[in-house]
């Protein structure tokens, strides 16, 4: 019998209760991680109890790629089930569930439900309901999506440059099919409800996903549509309209004195004329596809007005963020490091567990060299470490500061500290694997986390690093666990010796 684990990411929708309480059937799962991104969560999520293992993550906001790859981390099992916070199963999923994962062959990586979105009975959907039925029959979306495990492990999971419930689904199911797997439909069916109405706005601000569109046509061409089975799409269009707009407004600001006579007017009226064709025959599409109320149409006018300039601007942040932050492709830049963070213990210092006392810090072989090597060619180094010892009550603040400044007076100055005190109860966001102290180290030295390499001994600093957007090098000590070393040889690297790990991912020299 296959084992199952089921992770739902959440901001805190009305509906996950029942949604837990449901999944928490027969055959059982192995657990249920609820992966809470509120933002700035002040109570506590309101969870039914359940017999299956309940594990609750928090990712504070990150997105929902960030709070499904907390999820799965969080969970041991052969397949991973992740369901949206706001989809309805039935009373039977988790037999329907496995009925589908059972006996899949090993190339099989993923498996798809069925999304049926319900539309309204009455009437013609609205604008906003017809966003949400393009779920019904679409590819690959993670409302009810399955993944083997050792699959997620292969891709790294979900890519958290992605900030939205937007294209994330689709590029980690490219990028899992391009290691040579296949993902098949299950025979569930999950029921996704429409959007509530969220006026005009939810239109413009669903506009940002072109940003998205942006990272993916980076990633995998010009062709990224057809790969992932969308429509062509209205970036193109949108452009022309509002160059059209720009145009004729240029034209007027420039010949408003003699619009009578000349040049600009002709411009004007031409650009002004190809402007309110387009948006008319766009408000027009989506005017006769809805209900024709007086709201609805007035709502579609407005918008029809406002979406080419939104689209194009969105697209256009997106191409600049993938051209100058270095967001080409998946994998971190093969490009040499400007900052490498180290752990400490195990790592830089031989493993003293909650380690007060500064006369037992003892470096491990070859540390004060790489080090050394490190800051003669002018790249940061830094550490970032856990100290639970500290909420725990058996290390004091102040011994913990001796300790550090005896590591640094054994093994010369470090550009920055990063040390997390807090409990693994505490649900903070700096505790690895969590990426807090990462992109806190990357957010001090001025660089973006790509530029900084992390090197530690459990499976925890590399988490924490690709959580990050950093990479990550494993050196293994008789700490580290066997599932650990195998994880990173397929999401990072793993090298023998702190020295090997430099020289091979930083260079000889710089």
């Not at 002040?42 to 299956?52: K, Q, R, V």
């Not at 720009?246 to 003699?258: D, K, P």
């Not at 040889?489 to 020289?503: D, N």
């Amino acid at each position: 019998m296959i084992t199952y684990a089921v992770v739902i990411p959440t901001i805190g929708r009305a509906g996950l209760a029942q949604l837990v309480a449901t999944v928490d059937g027969q055959p059982a799962p192995s657990c249920i991680v609820v992966a809470d991104d509120r933002r700035d969560a002040t109570s506590a999520l309101d969870l039914p109890a359940t017999t299956a293992p309940l594990v609750v993550v928090r990712t504070h906001g990150r997105g929902p790629a960030a709070a499904r790859n907390a999820g799965w981390r969080a969970a041991d099992a052969d397949w991973i089930a992740f369901l949206d916070d706001d989809v309805a199963i039935p009373l039977d999923w988790c037999r329907r569930l496995v009925a589908d994962l059972d006996d899949l062959p090993d190339d099989v990586a993923a498996s798809q439900a069925w999304i049926y979105v319900p539309a309204p009975d009455d009437r013609l959907p609205t604008d906003g309901e017809r966003r949400t039925m393009n779920l019904s029959g679409a590819l690959w979306i993670t409302a009810d999506m399955a993944y083997r495990r050792s699959a997620l492990l292969a891709t790294g999971g979900f890519d958290e440059r992605f900030p939205r419930a937007f294209r994330e689904d689709a590029d980690l199911a490219l990028r899992t099919v391009r290691l040579g797997y296949s993902i098949v439909w299950g025979e569930r069916v999950t029921t996704h409800p429409l959007a509530p109405s969220a006026g005009w706005r939810s239109s413009l601000r669903a506009q940002a996903g072109n940003a998205d569109n942006a990272l993916l046509h980076a990633k995998y061409g010009r062709q990224w549509r057809s790969l992932i089975g969308t429509t062509p799409g209205s970036t193109g269009r949108h452009l022309i309209t509002t160059v059209a707009a720009t145009a004729a407004l240029a034209a007027l600001a420039s010949g408003w004195v003699a619009l009578t006579r000349g040049h600009w007017a002709r411009v004007a009226a031409t650009a002004g004329l190809v402007w309110a064709g387009l948006t008319a025959e766009f408000a027009a599409g989506r005017i006769l596809s809805g209900p024709r109320t007086a709201r609805e149409i007035s709502t579609v006018l407005v918008t029809s007005v406002l979406i080419p300039p939104f689209a194009v601007a969105h697209r256009l942040r997106g191409e600049l963020r993938v051209r100058f932050a270095g967001l080409k492709d998946i994998r971190i830049p093969s490009g040499k490091p400007r900052a490498v963070l180290f752990d400490r213990d195990g790592t830089l210092i031989e493993d003293v567990p909650y380690l007060a006392d500064p006369h037992r810090v003892r470096p491990v072989p070859g540390a004060r060299r790489t080090l050394n090597h490190l800051r003669r060619h002018g790249v940061a180094v830094g550490v970032i470490s856990n100290q639970s010892g500290v909420a725990r009550g058996l290390i004091h603040a102040e011994e913990l500061a001796r300790v550090n400044a005896r590591v640094e007076s054994l093994l010369g100055p470090f550009d920055t500290w990063q040390v997390c005190p807090h409990g693994p109860d505490d649900g903070c966001g700096c505790r690895k694997p969590e990426p807090g102290l990462v992109t806190a180290a990357a957010r001090e030295l001025g660089l973006a986390p790509h530029e900084c390499l992390m090197i530690g001994d459990i499976g925890s600093d590399v988490d924490a690093a690709l959580a990050a957007g950093a990479r990550a090098v494993l050196v293994p000590t008789r700490h580290t666990k066997v599932g650990e070393i195998d994880h990173a040889y397929l999401v990072a690297a793993v090298a023998p010796t702190l020295r090997s790990a430099v020289r091979r991912h930083v260079g000889r020299s710089r």
